[in-house]
T-cell receptor
Framework: GQQLNQSPQSMFIQEGEDVSMNCTSSSIFNTWLWYKQEPGEGPVLLIALYKAGELTSNGRLTAQFGITRKDSFLNISASIPSDVGIYFCAGRSGSRLTFGEGTQLTVNP | SAVISQKPSRDICQRGTSLTIQCQVDSQVTMMFWYRQQPGQSLTLIATANQGSEATYESGFVIDKFPISRPNLTFSTLTVSNMSPEDSSIYLC????????????FGSGTRLTVV
């Protein structure tokens, strides 16, 4: 089946620092999605990417859909304490989503 | 995007019993999805539920263990049957409304602990 490798598994950063995480896949996806999950909640969509090479921003978040359609990255600039959570990439093929393993982000004030 | 109400939000259950989780959506949707998130892990798709037909299960998940109902376009249930401690997880309902990625919405999940 399809697999997504997400890295890093966890990050501990100081408030104000920039963060980068990425996902790679053995398969091609036609959509890449980035979610954030906080304790006791379901994942919430941050950014959706639809075309190879697409670069999309949402406030301090920027994500790109890799040219090969097998990878994507998410950058968070000038991190703040409320950025804490688990970030998941997900590749969409048809109506099915395949999730990465997640990146646990901790931001120290 | 759709708004999902999932119940219960958490439960502690005895092994050997069954728990039914409900997912209510504020609008009609064609496809509803059930995911499992084991402690500290990512989300794994259990099955896809379409109204009027049997659910489609992913590899490793079977109907006898996770029966699903989809009586109409706004509601679905997932039952975790004959539970064991290994079933302790967060179970999440998801729907896709529209054709874009923005249409994918998740419920807040049911945190299940089996003792």
């Amino acid at each position: 089946g399809q697999q997504l490798n997400q890295s890093p598994q966890s990050m501990f950063i100081q408030e104000g620092e920039d963060v980068s995480m990425n996902c790679t896949s053995s398969s091609i996806f036609n959509t890449w999605l980035w979610y954030k999950q906080e304790p006791g909640e379901g994942p919430v969509l941050l950014i959706a990417l639809y075309k190879a090479g697409e670069l999309t921003s949402n406030g301090r978040l920027t994500a790109q859909f890799g040219i090969t359609r097998k990878d994507s990255f998410l950058n968070i600039s000038a991190s703040i304490p409320s950025d804490v959570g688990i970030y998941f990439c997900a590749g969409r093929s048809g109506s099915r989503l395949t999730f990465g393993e997640g990146t646990q982000l901790t931001v120290n004030p | 995007s759709a708004v999902i109400s999932q119940k219960p939000s958490r439960d502690i259950c005895q092994r050997g019993t069954s728990l039914t989780i409900q997912c209510q959506v504020d609008s009609q949707v064609t496809m509803m999805f059930w995911y499992r998130q084991q402690p500290g892990q990512s989300l794994t798709l259990i099955a896809t539920a379409n109204q009027g037909s049997e659910a489609t299960y992913e590899s490793g998940f079977v109907i006898d263990k996770f029966p699903i109902s989809r009586p109409n376009l706004t509601f679905s249930t997932l039952t975790v049957s004959n539970m064991s401690p290994e079933d302790s997880s967060i179970y999440l309902c998801s729907v896709e409304k529209g054709t874009g990625g923005e249409g994918y919405t998740f419920g807040s999940g049911t945190r299940l602990t089996v003792v």
